[in-house]
Each structure stands twice: as C-alpha cells, then as structure tokens.
C-alpha cells in the first residue's frame, strides 16, 4: 500500500501553475460549450462554426422531435381525458333512461367537446373526431384486437446466421 514516496515540496506544482491551468481550462470548456455543445444539443450557433461542423442540423432536428413529441403527448393525455369522461356520462345515463339515453349522449359529447374547446389552447386542439366517443363498449374492443392483431403480423426482424467468412445482402 505505501510503495510509492511522497512528493517533496519541490515536486507540487505552486499556486500560480494550479490557476493558470484552471483557468485554461475553463476557458477550452466555455470554448467547447458555445462551438459544440450548445449547436448539436439546442441549435444555437452564436460563432457559425456548429453549422460548419454540421452540428447545428442535428441541434435543430433534436428540438424539433422534442416539439413533436410534446404536442403528441398532450393531444395523447387529452384524448384519453375525453375517451373516458364521455363513456362514463353515457353509462349513468342508459342506467337511469334507456329510451332517453340515444339523445342524451350525442348532447353530452357535443357539451363536453365545447368545454375542452375552450379549455384547450387553439395550438393544442386536437380533431374533433377524437372528442367523440365510441358508440359502445363492444367497438373499443374490436378497435383494440385489430390493433393487437396488426401488431403480432408485423415483423421487421429478419434473422441471418453466418459462419466465418460468409456474407450476404438483404434486398426488401
């Protein structure tokens, strides 16, 4: 465990030295920060040289998929937040009218689709198709076993076994 000496004093580097290189390298990171990281992570370009170095694209790209992936996940939240508020004012509804319950529904969609209109922003608005709800519980899952059916066809893998020397080429 001690098979190394201690340094003498001589050897340390002095206070001056510990600074100069503290200070260089801070400077090569704010250097690195605004030619790379801040291009390739959030398109911003203040030099021009992420854009020389195409990291620009990549930055813009990046922000881009995270725009898209928020208004996906909002529209997402909202449809479910209306896929199960209108199916549960159905319900109680048929429960207590039967024969009131076919034209109470279509007001009710219509009343609850107004007041998500009003709550949701123009920029987040999702179709009107997706603020209806399914006539009957039977139809979500016929939707839902053809989407699971779909699902298990599909098939994107394709497996190739090769021994030493072999290759091979796959042509869709």
């Not at 201690?6 to 400077?27: F, I, Y």
């Not at 928020?70 to 024969?99: F, G, H, K, R």
């Not at 107004?114 to 209806?132: F, L, Y």
């Amino acid at each position: 465990m001690y098979n190394t000496d201690l340094p003498t004093r001589a050897e340390l580097p002095s206070t001056g030295k510990l600074l100069r290189s503290t200070l260089l390298a801070a400077v090569i990171a704010i250097v690195l920060l605004v030619t790379v990281v801040l291009p390739a992570e959030y398109a911003i370009d203040p030099t021009g040289a992420g854009r020389l170095l195409g990291l620009t694209e990549m930055g813009e790209i990046k922000t881009q998929l995270a725009e898209e992936a928020e208004l996906d996940q909002a529209n997402n939240e909202a449809a479910a937040m209306q896929a199960s508020q209108p199916t549960a004012s159905q319900e109680t509804v048929s429960d207590n009218q039967p024969s009131v319950a076919t034209a109470a529904a279509p007001q009710a969609s219509v009343v609850e689709s107004e007041q998500v209109a009003s709550s949701v922003p123009a920029q987040e608005m999702i179709q009107p198709e997706a603020n209806e709800a399914l006539p009957d519980a039977s139809a979500a899952e016929q939707a839902s076993s053809q989407a699971t059916e779909e699902a298990a066809r599909w098939g994107d893998e394709v497996t190739f076994t090769l021994t030493p020397g072999e290759g091979t080429e796959y042509h869709r």
